[in-house]
């Protein structure tokens, strides 16, 4: 996969697969193309070389509708971005009511359901601007999950969070993960990726560097750039 | 927080605030009207006779300027969202329009229509009604420029991580401008748009210049045939803001309306609503007008509960608070 931001090559390559029900982590120095490969598997931005293939269509076809990709796909993102002007239940029925066409009651009822699943089931009623960073991601996660998405992209998660409420957001992928959900988190969080990451992919300057087991990538990596970058994240 | 809460101030006590405020002031104004009406009192018997003749004057400068208002408003909309546009050739157009309108005195602009309308006259219309379209259309073109201003703001105050949040779910461009972004820069343009409401009405008053009949016409034509100025302009000042004064109150009844919870610089100690009366801006946009505008009239939340969910068949709108979990 290719993508250049007007001169700027960003994605200059990168070739990647998951399996259903695994998890992959990728970590890599910011600005290294991380976020942008996460976006261009669920088209928010359209790779300009290369193809995504979700159970073997080609999605990124022109004659796929992006919309169709998005809802198979969820995603977290760092900021949250839950939506301001709604309750933490009305943001994950919106998409549902919205997108799905569901009735009102039949909404709230999974709605509430899955916020049960992220240990908010009090907080529905609240608007995110009342809720902490942690349980916004955590309402963030719900709402992916609302529309039944074959995997779930997470865009560094916890890296907006403070300290105290980055395990609450770690469990509940990590339960995700057992349950047997297909992830790609794009994470720092190096003890979540020794847990959970079936794979794990070293990306720098838009090539993968390494690919393989946690263990492998965090603890013997064969390149100096990898090297460098543990070295930093791991002290 | 070991105990309850303490209580919230009674609203008695502001209102005791207001009373002794408006007290002070008419205290005041009366000393000093009473000090000038003493040696040269007001032509009231003048007053009476050309109050209705100003307060129907009021009535067209009321309505000229609501309806240029609103027409205004549906072109300064489509005007704001193309401006808020990344392509520049959907912008150019809008800027060229905005600048042109807003870089020029309103005056000016009514003059040059009066004139190409008096030396084209299309229609050949009566001058009576020429004129009046003339300071409408006027009018309306200059408050499309601003309110356009305002949208465009507005859109842009939306923050780009909800559009990608409401495209990651798979919402299609309209219906995340219609459920995520609208509902939220509503929030943002109701004050400045009230602001441009009350500039526009009183930028009618230059209408007298084209002989419009409104309020400011119909004053100096007052006087003109001889009646008193001061009585006669005291009224005029009084009838306008009479018009402006309320509107601050409707406005700012929206804007707490529209207020989202655990937004804004201040926490305010407002009773929660209950669930399903609250995010009218979400409501009016996302789940229709009817029940959004009727609870706004009505200001009892839980009026329409029970029929409003027989009617629409969405019960879940209009469940009373459950707090169970």
């Known amino acids: ?235 | 927080m070991s105990e309850e809460a303490p209580p919230i101030g009674p609203r008695i006590e502001q209102f005791g605030e207001k009373v002794g405020g408006i007290a002070i002031i008419l205290l005041i104004a009366g000393l000093f009207g009473y000090a000038i009406l003493s040696r040269k009192p007001l032509d009231v018997e003048a007053m009476a006779e050309v109050f209705p003749e100003l307060l129907q004057a009021a009535g067209l400068t009321l309505g000229i300027t609501v309806g240029a208002y609103f027409a205004g408003m549906g072109l300064g909309f489509l005007i704001g969202w193309q401006k808020s546009s990344r392509r520049r050739m959907v912008r150019a157009p809008a800027t060229v329009w905005v600048e042109a309108l807003r870089g020029t005195p309103f005056f000016v602009q009514l003059l040059l229509l009066n004139a190409l309308m008096s030396y084209y006259n299309p229609g050949d219309l009566e001058i009576a009604t020429r004129v009046l379209i003339t300071g409408f259309v006027a009018l309306f073109l200059n408050t499309s420029a601003y309110q356009a201003e305002i949208f465009r703001a507005g859109l842009q105050s939306v923050h780009a991580g909800q559009v990608d949040a409401a495209r990651a779910i798979g919402l299609n461009h309209w219906s995340a401008m219609r459920n995520v972004i609208l509902p939220q820069a509503v929030r943002v343009v109701v004050p400045p748009l009230m602001n441009e409401f009350i500039a526009l009405l009183k930028a009618s008053a230059l209408l007298s210049v084209i002989s419009i009949r409104e309020l400011t016409y119909q004053a100096k034509t007052a006087t003109s045939f001889g009646q008193p100025w001061l009585e006669i302009s005291l009224i005029v000042t009084l009838l306008y803001l009479l018009m402006t004064v309320p509107l601050a109150k409707i406005v700012g009844f929206f804007e707490r309306r529209f207020r989202i919870p655990g937004l804004g610089m201040h926490q305010e100690p407002v009773a929660r609503r209950a669930r399903g009366t609250r995010s009218v801006a979400a409501r009016t946009f996302g789940f229709g007008v009817s029940d959004g505008v009727r609870n706004l009239l009505t200001r009892r939340p839980d009026a329409t509960a029970t029929h409003g969910a027989d009617l629409r068949g969405r019960g879940r709108r209009h469940r009373p608070e459950t707090a169970a979990d």
């Open chain 1, 1 to 235: 996969m290719h993508k250049w931001f007007g001169p700027l090559h960003v994605l200059r390559g990168v070739s990647l697969e998951v399996q259903k029900g695994d998890v992959l982590v990728i970590l890599g120095p910011s600005g290294s193309g991380k976020s942008t490969l996460l976006r261009c598997i669920n088209l928010l931005v359209r790779p300009d070389k290369g193809d995504v293939f979700l159970e073997g269509v080609r999605v990124t076809a022109p004659e796929v509708r992006p919309e169709w990709v998005r809802e198979q796909v969820g995603m977290v993102f760092q900021q949250f971005n839950l939506f301001s002007h709604l309750t933490a239940l009305e943001n994950v029925t919106l998409g549902l009511r919205k997108v799905r066409g569901m009735d009102d009651e039949t909404a709230d009822e999974k709605g509430k359901a899955l916020l049960q699943r992220v240990g908010l089931a009090r907080k529905m009623d609240a608007y995110p601007a009342e809720v902490s960073g942690g349980q916004q991601q955590r309402v963030a996660i719900a709402r992916a999950l609302a529309m039944d998405p074959k995997a779930v992209l997470f865009d560094e998660p916890t890296s907006a969070l403070d300290p105290e409420y980055i395990k609450e957001v770690l469990d509940v992928m990590t339960g995700l993960a057992r349950e047997g959900m297909t992830m790609i988190v794009v994470t720092h969080e190096i003890g979540f990726a020794r847990n959970v990451a079936k794979r794990v992919l070293f990306i720098d300057e838009g090539v993968v560097l390494e690919e393989g087991t946690a263990d492998e990538v965090l603890l013997s990596p064969k390149h100096e750039r990898t090297k460098a970058f543990m070295g930093k994240i791991l002290t």
